[in-house]
């Protein structure tokens, strides 16, 4: 766990694929990728392919490291091994490109805590509206003296105007959903995509073709597609 900028939810998984194209590209031998506690400096492994990370003084072996930020706190490390003593300036560049790309994707690890406290303050901020909006009309109501006869029917009136849902939980309600929607489209997708794979030998991008094709031809959504090919029986 990290105690400055803390990361108590899993890692993405889009930080190994991101590496191996990397490795792939430049003819790096292996990398790691470690979780630092900027507290106490103390790194942690958590995805590693290929060569090891050698010791220092290791011979025969060129390490180049990248910090992951965060703010201002370094709370990860992006590493490349390769065989060899040199890295020459096109491969190092390759690797800049790869490991900005990834610091990006290290992020997303502590978007939800930053979302959370924004939507806490936000409610927060709404709840002292709110409050504001109703204590200021009783009081109002109690300051000339005797409340009318209808003073009842007012207030109440006034509290349920004032307390129909408010905007914030209005849009998070309808992104949550959209979101949901997304990523069940997408397992969908993929859970057809192998199939497709798999029964016809097509790479993954001709099985996102072929989807994508099917999909306009029949009018239908993308998800209704890959459930419909998922559905049909297999013979």
Not at 113 to 137: F, P, Q, V, W
Not at 167 to 180: H, K, P, S, Y
Request: aromatic content about 6%.
């Amino acid at each position: 766990m990290l105690t400055g900028c803390q990361v108590d939810r899993p890692l993405p998984r889009s930080l190994q694929p991101l590496a191996q194209i990397a490795l792939a590209d430049t003819g790096a031998d292996g990398y790691a990728i470690y979780q630092v506690d900027p507290t106490t400096t103390l790194s942690e492994l958590k995805f590693a392919w290929g060569v090891p990370v050698p010791e220092p003084g290791d011979a025969g072996f060129t390490v180049d490291s990248f910090p992951l930020r965060v703010g201002e706190a370094t709370s990860g490390i992006l590493t490349f091994v390769f065989r060899g003593s040199a890295i020459d300036p096109a491969t190092r560049a390759a690797l800049e490109r790869v490991a900005a790309a990834i610091e990006g994707v290290w992020r997303l690890a502590l978007v939800p805590g930053a979302y959370a406290r924004n939507a806490a303050r936000i409610g927060e901020l709404e709840m002292e509206l709110t409050d504001s909006k109703i204590a200021d009309r009783a009081c109002g109501m109690l300051a000339k003296g005797a409340p009318p006869r209808d003073a009842i029917d007012t207030i109440v009136r006034h509290v349920e105007t004032v307390l129909r849902p408010r905007q914030l939980e209005t849009v998070l309600g309808q992104l949550t959903q959209e979101i949901e929607q997304e990523i069940a489209e997408r397992e969908l997708t993929s859970r057809a995509k192998a199939v497709l794979q798999s029964r016809y030998g097509m790479s993954e991008d001709q099985a996102h073709a072929h989807l994508r094709l099917v999909s306009r031809k029949s009018r239908k959504r993308l998800r209704d597609v890959a459930r419909d090919f998922l559905e049909e029986p297999r013979v």
